[in-house]
């Protein structure tokens, strides 16, 4: 089983829509969360982090469910510039320092 | 402000050359990480340090070797490159666990 896992898509959405995204992950110690953006052939930026508490920036929410070991992020009222690959990160236990990504997931918003 | 910087932005390798590629970062980060991306694929972790001397191996580090001498720089050998190795390379740098990653425009690597 692949550490973290995630539905590659495409998401092919209309303006306005919502979407949204999971992200499973296979150890249960991982400590911390957090959704990144890829532009094409672009370097990967921080969206969000994800909380213990959730976290909630504009239109987007970020959920974490540790008892099924996923994580979530939520993309209301969908713009065509949201149109990206969303990857989800997560740091493994203890200090290892180990960040390991998902495949990421296509969303492409249509007008 | 620089951030992480990786060179060359684009290569192209014969099959059985080698090189490096080159990352630093001046955030005075403690972590380092090496990524590749093939087309349509997430970023496999290939090695990660969390400081000056110290390496650990990831999800895909065979055909790969660093170093890190310096807090500031983490670069990436291919010996005997092959085929199988064309892809993006991405270096990140964060300043401790649990904390968001910085990363470099990229390495795009065609072995031929």
């Known amino acids: 089983r692949k550490e973290v896992e995630q539905d590659p898509g495409p998401f092919n959405v209309p303006e306005g829509a919502t979407v949204a995204f999971n992200c499973t992950y296979s150890?249960?110690?991982?400590?911390?969360f957090f959704w990144y953006r890829q532009d094409c052939r672009k370097e990967p930026k921080l969206l969000m982090s994800?909380?213990?508490s959730g976290n909630e920036d504009g239109r987007f929410t970020a959920q974490l469910n540790r008892a099924s070991q996923y994580i979530s992020l939520l993309i209301r009222d969908s713009k065509l510039s949201d149109s990206a690959t969303y990857l989800c990160?997560?740091?493994?236990?203890?200090?290892?320092?180990?960040?390991?990504f998902g495949q990421g997931t296509t969303l492409q918003v249509k007008p | 402000n620089a951030g992480v910087t990786q060179t060359p932005k684009f290569r192209i390798l014969k099959i059985g050359q080698s090189m490096t590629l080159q990352c630093t970062q001046d955030m005075n980060h403690n972590y380092m990480y090496w990524y590749r991306q093939d087309p349509g694929m997430g970023l496999k972790l290939i090695y990660y340090s969390v400081g000056a001397g110290i390496t650990d191996k990831g999800e895909v580090p065979n055909g790969y070797n660093v170093s890190r001498s310096t807090t500031e720089d983490f670069p990436l050998r291919l010996e005997l490159a092959a085929p199988s190795q064309t892809s993006v390379y991405f270096c990140?740098?964060?300043?401790?666990?649990?904390?968001?990653?910085?990363f470099g425009q990229g390495t795009r690597l065609t072995v031929v």
């Open positions: 990160a997560v740091y493994g236990s203890g200090n290892t320092g180990k960040l390991i």
């Open positions: 150890n249960s110690a991982s400590q911390s």
């Open positions: 994800v909380y213990s």
């Open positions: 990140a740098s964060s300043s401790r666990q649990n904390t968001e990653a910085f």
